[in-house]
Each structure stands twice: as C-alpha cells, then as structure tokens.
C-alpha cells in the first residue's frame, strides 16, 4: 500500500515546522503541495530531504506553488501544464515514480480560483482547466 497525502499549505516557509512534524508523524509515501508561495531556490528543501524524502518544486514568489514530495525516486517531472509555454503561475507539477508495485504518475495541482465572468482572471482560469481537461 502507498499513502499519498495532499496539503494546501499557503506558504511553506511559514509551515516546514508543521510539515516536517507531520512528516515525521505519519510517514506518508509522497505529498503533494500547493500554494507553497516560493521560488525554487527559497523551498526549504534541505528540512524535508533530512526525512528521507525527494523533493520536486514548481515554485514561484509570493504566489501559487506547488511541490510533490515522495519516499521513492522520481523518473521524470514536469514543472508546468503543458499547452501554454507563456503561461507562468506555478500550478502545476507532475511526476512519475517508480514504486515496488510499478510505475506511478502523480501531479499536485493548485486551481484557479472563481473570479467574476468577464474579467481576465476569470479567462485565465477557463483556458487553464480546458488545458487541464485536455491534458489530463
């Protein structure tokens, strides 16, 4: 059995002490964040890989960010939604996993929020799920 394990933690660095506790709590296989509201390079990654884990980030300053965290190795990620390469909120990231029980493809996601129709906010979200939908 693999436990996986999501979490919208609305700012990493204001939550490792929380995650690093719950990490070692209850040992989940892999974790997938969202609004980690950091840049790559600002994740606190050291903390997290101290507990074993792998680490893969899409971050991005003040804003969105998403993380997936995993006990096994990662084959491959993705640090974007494919279909728009000027798209640059980070909302998604995906990864596959080699497990015991085979290869596994997981993504973290971090939607769009409801904005009022009509306004650009709102046009972005639509075409991002429409990208999703036909993605996924």
């Known amino acids: 059995m693999i436990r996986i394990a999501t979490w919208n933690v609305n700012s990493i660095k ?10 070692a709590e209850r040992q989940p296989d892999i974790v997938c964040l969202q609004e980690t509201k950091t840049v790559d390079e600002g994740f606190p990654r050291q903390a997290i890989e101290a507990l074993g884990y792998n680490v893969a980030v899409h971050g ?3 804003f969105n960010g998403v993380a997936i965290l995993s ?14 390469p000027a798209d640059d909120h980070a909302r998604f990231i995906e990864a596959s996993i080699s497990t015991k029980a ?7 996601i971090y939607l769009p ?6 306004t650009e906010k709102y046009s972005y979200k639509i075409k991002w799920m429409d990208r999703l939908y036909k993605y996924a």
């Open 14 to 23: 204001q939550r490792i002490d929380n995650l690093t506790a719950w990490l």
């Open 60 to 62: 991005q300053k003040t």
């Open 113 to 118: 929020n409801g904005n009022p129709t009509g």
């Open 71 to 84: 006990k096994f190795k990662f084959d491959e990620v993705i640090p974007r939604l494919p279909g728009d």
């Open 102 to 108: 085979g290869s596994l493809r997981v993504a973290s």
